[in-house]
Nanobody, 112 residues
Framework: QVRLVESGGGLVQAGGSLKLSCAVS????????VDWYRQTPGKERELVAS???????DYLDSVKGRFTISGGSAKNTWYLQMNNLKPEDTAVYYC??????WGQGTQVTVSS
């Protein structure tokens, strides 16, 4: 049974940092593509960061220089390091590896 668990969210003041984790278990194939999305109430999910084959990365313009995606299929665990957080980063964050269903997400709340 494939299981995806996101963790690491929480409440932080503006300028603070959080590190989100995404752990996949029970999936036998190698995972090459992993995205992190975020969603706020009433809005569509927004692609925040992507990592391909553990090294190529891409970011939403508004998070470039503040967020770092990392991880790989060796441990089937991926991370999103978020620094200098802003109130507009407040959202539920989701990890989305290719061919794996959405998880429950993890709430990130940034206070001003």
């Amino acid at each position: 049974q494939v299981r995806l668990v996101e963790s690491g969210g929480g409440l932080v003041q503006a300028g603070g940092s959080l590190k989100l984790s995404c752990a996949v278990s029970g999936f036998s194939s190698r995972i090459y593509y992993v995205d992190w999305y975020r969603q706020t109430p009433g809005k569509e999910r927004e692609l925040v960061a992507s990592i391909i084959n553990g090294d190529r990365t891409d970011y939403l313009d508004s998070v470039k220089g503040r967020f770092t995606i990392s991880g790989g299929s060796a441990k089937n665990t991926w991370y999103l390091q978020m620094n200098n957080l802003k109130p507009e980063d407040t959202a539920v964050y989701y990890c989305k590896p290719t061919r794996i269903n959405w998880g429950q997400g993890t709430q990130v709340t940034v206070s001003s």
